[in-house]
């Protein structure tokens, strides 16, 4: 079965801040994708990066940056300069092989709550 | 290119009444998938559907069902609704199947309350 961790619940920062947002996942997978959404309080989901387990490349868009480790099974994401805007429920999701489906499972969600 | 559209947004019942939502994908999107979220039990998957046709399916019981159209649009139904079944219901569109088309965009969800 498959699992994500993301252990912070609920993180403050002031603005211009950097913070970064843990993921952890288990799958006995070898092949298979993680992303990350960000959840603002209109409730959509947003769709920010998808990440698959052969590419360990760090990802960088803007503020936005990833870091990925497979030995460590972690696929954290860091805001550098952290807005007002990016506060938001931020969800980290893993998808694997299962050949038919595209079924994501999704942690717990971090809250960031960035203030002036 | 319009996003995945959800309707209606909000939705009130009373325990027993049966629900249908409504999920139309992004043009050229074939997999609709659908996700429950309450505060207690988070982001959950409820089912898949490609080319009309149930691809996966989560824990949930026989009440939850769903359907897909030739067009892509799907529904999704919940019958003798159930105070636990107030949630946001989230739907998703992908390209396809499998792992390649698996980067899945979300629509705005339906928030279903169960009086």
């Known amino acids: 079965a498959q699992k994500v961790t993301q252990a912070q619940t609920e993180i403050s920062v002031v603005e211009k801040e950097d913070v970064t947002l843990d993921c952890v996942y288990e799958t006995r997978d070898t092949t298979y994708y993680l992303f990350w959404y960000k959840q603002p309080p209109s409730g959509e989901l947003v769709f920010l990066i998808r990440r698959n387990s052969f590419d360990e490349q760090n990802e960088i868009s803007g503020r936005y940056s990833w870091n990925f480790q497979k030995s460590t099974s972690s696929f954290n994401f860091t805001i550098t300069a952290s807005q007002v805007v990016d506060s938001a429920v931020y969800f980290c999701?893993?998808?694997?092989?299962?050949?038919?489906?595209?079924?994501?499972?999704f942690g717990t969600g971090t809250r960031l709550q960035v203030t002036l | 290119k319009a996003g995945v559209t959800q309707t209606p947004r909000y939705l009130i019942k009373t325990r027993g009444q049966q629900v249908t939502l409504s999920c139309s994908p992004i043009s050229g999107h074939r997999s609709v998938s659908w996700y429950q979220q309450t505060p207690g039990q988070g982001l959950q998957f409820l089912f898949e559907y490609f080319s009309e046709t149930q691809r996966n399916k989560g824990n949930f019981p026989g009440r939850f069902s769903g359907r897909q159209f030739s067009n892509s649009r799907s529904e999704m139904n919940v019958s003798t609704l159930e105070l636990g079944d107030s949630a946001l219901y989230l739907c998703?569109?992908?390209?396809?199947?499998?792992?390649?088309?698996?980067?899945?965009?979300f629509g705005p969800g339906t928030r279903l309350t169960v009086l």
């Open positions: 998703a569109s992908s390209k396809g199947v499998g792992l390649e088309h698996n980067e899945q965009f």
């Open positions: 999701a893993l998808s694997v092989n299962t050949g038919t489906a595209s079924k994501l499972t």
